[in-house]
């Protein structure tokens, strides 16, 4: 009887589809954005001349540790791309 109930929980499980964010580290957002590091940080810092607020924030994971949501730096690369044509 119990292994029909842990099915039971395991399709129940199956049915909900939540799927964690990606989160890419800086080498891998210059990566696929071209940009360099530097660029990036500039960005992101309001008395800079390069500041872009609609460039992604990144998340604070640990003290010393940061990432950017991929979802985020696609859509913000979909935008840039798609800005060409305007």
Known sequence: ???????A???SANTVSYRLPRMLP?????YYTGLS?????????KKSKRYD???PIQV???KGRVAW????ISEWLECKIAARFC
Do not use: G
């Open 1 to 7: 009887m119990e292994i029909s109930n842990f099915n």
């Open 9 to 11: 929980q395991e399709n």
């Open 26 to 30: 800086l080498k891998e957002v210059t």
């Open 37 to 45: 590091s530097t660029t990036i940080y500039d960005m992101l810092d």
């Open 53 to 55: 607020p609609t460039f």
């Open 60 to 62: 604070k994971l640990s």
């Open 69 to 72: 949501v991929e979802s985020e």
